[in-house]
């Protein structure tokens, strides 16, 4: 094999790595994104406590607060 042909393969595996390693990488959203979808969960916390009683927004809020939390790194 010649050294270019090693070259194109290493590079072309360098490629896919870097592209791979970004892909698995949780996108963090900006500032203003939590901001707003902050204010979009909380208010969903209200209309389900006024629809199916505080226990069952309180579960609800859970399960939404730590898909918050993974995108938006605890902002």
Excluded: V
Aim: hydrophobic share 40%; charged share 30%.
């Amino acid at each position: 094999m010649t050294r270019a042909n090693r070259r194109r393969r290493f590079a072309l595996a360098a490629l896919i790595a870097t592209a791979a390693i970004g892909s698995a990488a949780p996108a963090q959203a900006t500032p203003a994104d939590c901001e707003t979808r902050l204010e979009r969960i909380e208010a969903q916390f209200r209309e389900i406590e006024e629809r199916r009683g505080y226990e069952a927004a309180t579960e609800w809020w859970h399960k939404r607060w730590h898909a918050y939390y993974q995108s938006c790194g605890g902002a």
